[in-house]
């Protein structure tokens, strides 16, 4: 459990260095102190946000979804949850990839959520990821 969750910690962190070093990129290099500490009271809002305000109501929003009895309104539901994250931290100033690894964090820890969904979620993923060293080269 201990090396669990240092590894969550760790994962954690590296986006968060990896999503300001892109969000500076794409602002043509430049940082500035305030512009960092801003975004860093951002970033804590949105955790805090996704934490004590998004678990709680995804919670009701899938048990709600549930009763849909709809083969693929949980997929909908979790794509949405995942592009919604991912534009919010785009608009913090952080790249969106860590807005998406948020909710993926958030999503697991619904009781609700379909394992078949998810399933089906990572065939797709899966076979869109190619490891670079099966990348062609040329």
Do not use: N, Y
């Not at 109501?57 to 949980?74: N, T, V």
């Amino acid at each position: 459990m201990v090396i669990i969750s240092a590894g969550v910690v760790d994962d954690t962190a590296g986006w968060l260095i990896l999503s300001v070093i892109a969000g500076a990129a794409a602002q043509g290099g430049s940082v500035e102190l305030t512009g960092i500490g801003r975004m860093l009271v951002w970033i804590a809002l949105f955790l805090a946000a996704m934490a004590w305000i998004g678990h709680p109501l995804l919670k009701l929003c899938f048990r709600a979804i549930a009763r849909f009895r709809s083969r693929d309104a949980d997929l909908v539901a979790m794509v949405v949850v995942t592009l919604l994250c991912a534009a919010a931290t785009q608009w913090i100033g952080v790249h969106a990839v860590f807005g998406a690894f948020i909710a993926g964090g958030v999503l697991r820890q619904l009781p609700q959520l379909d394992e078949g969904t998810v399933h089906r979620l990572e065939s797709f993923v899966f076979a869109c990821w190619r490891p670079s060293s099966s990348a062609p080269s040329g």
